[in-house]
């Protein structure tokens, strides 16, 4: 009977920690980083570095690891002759101490999503989450939902606050809410 529970909670466990629809994952990482070289004032230098920030939960290191692999092969290395450079880093390890012009945050609860917030301090940094429905009380920037077709989500509070500049195009085209 304890064999049968460990083996239940094992199970339990590996099926938490990959519960992402591969999908949606990479439609994710097939178009934020498209939708941030969009952002008007993203780089004062012509050939600087793309910096994405994969932020995760300790029981998804392994997927935030192929994240950063799916994206370097995806891009060959760079985004619109910008070189990419990919990091990881757990949510409890966050800090304003290095800069990114992404952070993607995988899935999380809304206290650690907080803390990628606050980890974005004066950077400036573009922000996007996994979890659609979690968008408005986070305060991160963008989101991707699957629908008939992709749907570009943005959250109009952090738009102002940021001040983020976009093509009207691409604001035409989100949903924003």
């Known amino acids: 009977m304890k064999y049968i529970l460990t083996l239940l909670l094992w199970l339990n466990t590996l ?14 990482l097939s178009l934020l980083p498209k939708i ?19 932020a995760y939960e300790r029981e998804d290191e392994e997927t935030a690891e192929s994240c950063a692999k799916f994206l370097m092969s995806k891009f060959n290395g ?3 002759g910008h070189p990419l450079v990919v990091s990881i880093q757990p949510f409890d ?3 304003t101490s290095n800069t990114y012009h992404l952070i993607y945050a995988l899935k999380a609860s809304l206290s650690q999503l907080k803390k990628v917030h606050n980890a974005v301090g004066s950077s400036g940094a573009i922000t996007a989450l996994y979890d659609a429905d979690k968008l408005r009380d986070d305060g991160l920037l963008l989101s991707i939902q699957m629908e008939r077709t992709p749907v570009i989500l943005i959250n109009s509070k952090a738009l ?5 500049s976009f093509p009207d195009s691409l604001l035409e085209m989100a949903r924003i809410i």
């Open 160 to 164: 102002r606050e940021n001040r983020f």
């Open 93 to 95: 390890r966050l800090d």
């Open 15 to 28: 099926g938490w920690s990959a519960s992402y629809d591969p999908f949606l994952l990479n439609t994710h």
């Open 36 to 54: 941030a070289m969009l952002e008007k004032s993203l780089f004062t230098h012509s050939k600087a570095p793309l910096k994405i920030l994969i």
């Open 78 to 80: 760079g985004v619109n």
